[in-house]
């Protein structure tokens, strides 16, 4: 019975004004108890100020077999970067 | 004048339910729910921890938290018959602290807006976590009692158990700061809105005799001291 419960993925946002984090998943036979699990489990501890849980089904992930195609084409592309740029001296509001 | 009677009974409810609730750990029906009645009994532990150094304080004789909870004998203890039983079906322990935690709302609620200062600092931290365990045990209420019918009927059966041990909630302590009586329409109403809401019904069963606040317990009182209280007196002092 107890393997029958879903899994469900916590965020949570640690302090106002910083984004929610993943920080685990958990088992809950609904939303709603997925969210008082989420308390006990990831913020008994004073971790947060804000809880969401997803259900893992509905997490669309990256195939990590793709992991070159997807992310690889971004390793030579320094100039992507903001640092790649010298700011010429006495350019100002930049 | 808040009496030592009275204290103690607050705080025994308190620390007889956080030891029933221990004994979930490990034995819940998912690691989560393991967590979320540990959380509740350690916060019931709390509030008994602070209740008790103020019994002790209330008593004027040194007696400390510790002394207390480890030294007295069941006939000492002040707690109610709900809480001391044995709760070894998740229904009923679901059961237990939807009456539990009604009355334990009610009372913080008006012991916060009381005439004891002590007393209402206690209270006003112990609304908040009581307010969370009301919801936990109305959410399990509600998937047992509206779920399928093996579950409904089990939380029906642990409602009928547990029914005859709620009037004792309400009996007259002794230099109480609340009158007890004063809360029992409050309480009932919220339990009995649950219990409808979860397609339950409201039992109709004859009271208890109850006795805690006299000190006259079950014979299970004994064993869940003997449980607690043994490593306190085989080592005393022991710390870690």
């Known amino acids: 019975m107890s393997t029958a419960w879903p899994l469900w993925e916590v965020f949570v946002r ?30 008994r501890r004073q971790e947060g100020v804000s809880l969401w849980v997803v259900p893992s089904s509905e997490i669309v992930a990256s195939d990590p077999g793709e992991r070159d195609a997807f992310f690889d084409p971004a390793d030579d592309k320094v100039y992507r970067h903001p640092t790649f740029y010298d700011v010429p001296e006495g350019v100002e509001h930049l | ?20 609730m221990g004994w979930w750990i490990s034995r819940a029906p998912e690691l989560e729910e393991d967590l979320a009645l540990a959380n509740i009994g350690l916060d019931q532990l709390g509030q008994a ?59 913080y609620a008006a012991l916060a807006r009381g005439t004891d200062p002590t007393l209402a600092a206690i209270a006003a931290k112990a609304v908040k976590e009581v307010a969370y365990h009301r919801d936990h045990a109305r959410l399990w209420t509600l998937r047992l009692g509206d779920g ?23 009996a007259p302590v002794e ?50 001291l003997a449980d607690m209280q043994h490593l306190h007196r085989s080592h005393p002092g022991a710390t870690w």
Do not use: K
Request: hydrophobic letters at 40%.
């Open chain 2, 49 to 107: 921890r602070s209740l008790l150094s103020y019994a002790g304080v209330v008593e004027g004789a040194g007696r400390s938290e510790d002394d207390l909870a480890y030294l007295r004998d069941d006939r000492d203890f002040r707690n109610v018959w709900l809480v001391e039983r044995p709760q070894t079906d998740f229904g009923v322990a679901m059961a237990r602290l939807l009456i539990l935690s009604a009355y334990q709302g009610e009372l």
């Open chain 2, 148 to 170: 399928t019918d093996e579950s409904h009927a089990r939380m029906q059966a642990a409602l009928e158990g547990e029914w005859p041990h709620v009037e004792e909630l309400f």
């Open chain 1, 14 to 43: 640690s302090r106002r004004g910083l984004s929610h984090t993943h920080v685990g998943s958990l088992h809950a036979p609904d939303a709603e108890l997925a969210l008082r699990n989420a308390r006990d489990v990831y913020t």
């Open chain 2, 1 to 20: 004048m808040t009496s030592f009677d009275y204290v103690l009974a607050l705080a025994d409810d308190a620390l007889v339910s956080a030891q029933r």
């Open chain 2, 175 to 224: 230099g109480a700061v609340v009158d007890p009586s004063t809360l029992r329409a409050a309480t009932l109403a919220r339990i009995e809105s649950v219990v409808h809401e979860a397609t339950l019904s409201v039992p109709d069963v004859a009271p208890a005799i109850g006795g805690g606040r006299r000190g006259l317990h079950t014979e299970h009182l004994g064993h869940l």
